[in-house]
């Protein structure tokens, strides 16, 4: 934990199976213990909710929350999800507001790449192609930062090795 400062935030956003949560646990990993929370939008929707993705749910709340507290304690905190701009994006633009540094990543990959990469991963079948497809919502900016774009042609450990370097020297 660092003292007298808050915390640095990384938001890494896109739509499902992009990799954006293997990346979180790489990023986290490059830290020591204690040094970095991750707030996965999933977990706190669907684990600690047991709620869909419906408006007035709480989860916006609770990621808001629990981030930060990570920041007021000078934490590395990584909220992490697919984070539709049109809901999340004032949530985000108050978090980034708390912090002493932000760094905003999303990925952009076509419907047939998120598909692919889902497939690849042990929970493949917990989710249908129908139901990456109905929440797959395509390149969304948030209106109050310029996030740096992830394509296809970047692997989850260049993702993550770009996020640690950013995370490690402040912010914007």
Known sequence: MRTGASGVLVVLRGN???G???????VQAGFGPGECLVVPQDTVRRELLGDTDSAGAGDIDLIETIAGWGLARGLVVVVEGI????????ALERLAGMASGSH???WDLPLEETLRRHGTRTKA???????????YHGWQPL????????DT??????????VL??????GL
């Not at 984070?83 to 004032?90: I, P």
């Not at 079948?125 to 929440?135: K, L, V």
């Not at 042609?153 to 770009?162: H, I, W």
Request: net charge neutral.
């Open 16 to 18: 499902s199976g992009s």
């Open 20 to 26: 954006k949560s293997t990346v979180a646990r790489l």
């Open 83 to 90: 984070l539709n701009a049109g809901r999340y994006q004032r």
């Open 104 to 106: 905003f990543f999303g």
């Open 125 to 135: 079948d917990a989710f249908t192609a129908d139901e990456m497809s109905d929440w």
């Open 143 to 150: 209106d109050f930062v310029t996030e740096r774009r992830f």
């Open 153 to 162: 042609s970047v692997s989850a450990r260049e993702a993550a090795d770009r």
């Open 165 to 170: 370097e950013a995370s490690r020297h402040g």
